[in-house]
Nanobody, 118 residues
Framework: QVQLVESGGGLVQAGGSLTLSCKAT????????MGWYRQAPGKQRELVATVTSGGNTNYASSVTDRFTISRHNAKNTVDLQMNSLNAEDTAVYYC????????????WGQGTQVTVAS
């Protein structure tokens, strides 16, 4: 059974930093894309950043130059280093693993709360 376990959320002052971590277990994640999404109260879930197994990254324009996503293929982990946090970054952050080629799948973590105090 596939599980995505997130850690690292919490409360931080504006301008501060946090690192989120996600470990995927119970499956073969080769060829997958791993990433982070977030959902603020009253808003739709949105992409934050993704990274392919080959290391190609993609970021939402709102986090470019502040957030860095990294992946360790052998450990099936993906981290999100978040710097210069502001109140607009407050949200529940979800880890995501998906594969668009057969065998296709999409898995989500349970979410971790990030709160930025201004």
């Amino acid at each position: 059974q596939v599980q995505l376990v997130e850690s690292g959320g919490g409360l931080v002052q504006a301008g501060g930093s946090l690192t989120l971590s996600c470990k995927a277990t119970g499956g073969d994640f080769s060829g997958s894309m791993m990433g982070w999404y977030r959902q603020a109260p009253g808003k739709q879930r949105e992409l934050v950043a993704t990274v392919t197994s080959g290391g190609n990254t993609n970021y939402a324009s709102s986090v470019t130059d502040r957030f860095t996503i990294s992946r360790h293929n052998a450990k099936n982990t993906v981290d999100l280093q978040m710097n210069s946090l502001n109140a607009e970054d407050t949200a529940v952050y979800y880890c995501n693993v998906r594969r668009v080629l057969a065998p296709r799948y999409t898995y989500w973590g349970q979410g971790t709360q990030v709160t930025v105090a201004s």
